[in-house]
């Protein structure tokens, strides 16, 4: 488990240096297809880089539980749930985060926030309902190790970074943002290349972003399940919740595209695809590593 963990975490920085690159050269050269030194499209992407990631680091957590239709759980609503929690964090060395219900039948939960001390936790109330308690306390264990191992703010940051790169590929399309130099002042053929490479990076740099970002979501889902089992030393818990998560196969009924990577499960689908495009790695095999681990 504790190689697991060292392997995701160094993978994960590797990735998240990746999409930063893309960024600055993305911004370099939109700008030298324009005409320009490079310098400026290099300063606009670190412009929008800043400005998104800014409102998303400070408001990222409410705009994700507001779209979820979470509720706040106050400890006399459930006290099952909040000592539940509440204990795990005590093991774990965290503070207790802020506990939300989603009214929905569908079994899952996420974490929020951009720091332990100012965490979230959203449970669907399928969850509690369906789940037993060795069960539920691996999907809390496992949204706390997203806590601890501060997964929630590097997943938030990712995201934005790709978003960031949708936008500048976007600019460059419409060609709003840009004013076009003299391209004849240094050679046609020059500029032609870098005009081709611009839009050639303009289509295919958002999808390449997308495929970094599910990545990163999915190694963050398979150290989530190492570090909950180390936490509540019952792997077989989070296994079997996941099993009863694929076997109901129910989305939630309220989920957004930009949040999905951040529930325990695909919020679409209760069996995550394999796919290149999933959000999630296939359920079938984090339950197999979870049984190699007991």
């Not at 990735?15 to 993305?26: P, Q, S, Y």
């Not at 800043?50 to 409410?62: P, W």
């Not at 978003?163 to 240094?186: K, P, T, V």
Request: neutral net charge; aromatic residues 8%.
């Amino acid at each position: 488990m504790y190689s697991q963990i060292d392997s995701n975490k160094q993978k994960s920085i590797l990735l998240m240096m990746l999409v930063a690159a893309l960024v600055v050269g993305l911004g370099y050269v939109f700008d030298r297809a324009y005409g320009g030194d490079g310098y400026s499209g290099i300063f606009l992407g670190i412009i929008i880089s800043i400005l998104t990631t800014s409102v998303s680091y400070f408001q990222g957590d409410k705009v994700a539980l507001m779209t979820s239709g979470a509720k706040l759980l106050e400890k006399n609503d459930n006290p099952y749930v909040y000592r539940l929690v509440e204990n795990l964090c005590i093991t774990a060395g965290i503070p207790t985060p802020k506990i939300y219900i989603i009214e929905d039948s569908a079994i899952n939960a996420f974490a929020t926030g951009r720091k332990p001390e100012l965490a979230s936790i959203a449970i669907t109330r399928g969850a509690i309902e369906k789940l037993e308690n060795e069960e539920l306390e691996g999907v809390v264990a496992h949204e706390l190790s997203h806590v601890k191992n501060y997964d929630i703010r590097f997943m938030m940051l990712v995201a934005v970074l790709v978003g960031a790169i949708s936008i500048m590929a976007n600019i460059f399309l419409h060609g709003g943002m840009f004013r076009r130099r003299n391209n004849d002042r240094e050679g046609g053929d020059g500029m032609a290349i870098f005009a081709i490479a611009g839009i050639v990076l303009a289509i295919l740099s958002p999808i390449i972003a997308q495929l970094i970002k599910l990545a990163v979501s999915r190694k963050r889902e398979y150290l989530a399940d190492a570090s909950g089992s180390l936490l509540t030393r019952y792997p077989q818990g989070l296994a079997n919740a996941l099993e009863k998560i694929a076997a109901e196969n129910q989305p939630l009924q309220q989920a957004s595209p930009a949040t999905a990577p951040m529930y325990i499960s695909n919020p679409f689908s209760g069996k995550a695809l394999s796919g290149l495009f999933s959000t999630h790695p296939p359920i079938e095999d984090r339950i197999k590593k979870l049984r190699e681990m007991a």
